[in-house]
């Protein structure tokens, strides 16, 4: 915890909270990337007709 005060006092408030929030989401970006490079396959797979064999 010191080393988070040692930066707000030599950086400033406001690039400490952009540091934090960009931390945290960078797991969120990651997980929309991938969802966005399966898109086309997950778009093939329903495009294709599917045969009801009885």
């Not at 960009?22 to 045969?51: D, F, G």
């Amino acid at each position: 915890m010191d080393q988070w005060w040692t930066w707000i006092s030599e950086v400033g408030f406001p690039i400490v909270i952009t540091f934090y929030l960009l931390h945290r989401i960078e797991q969120k970006l990651e997980n929309v990337t991938k969802t966005l490079q399966q898109l086309p396959y997950q778009l093939s797979r329903e495009a294709l007709p599917t045969r009801n064999i009885k």
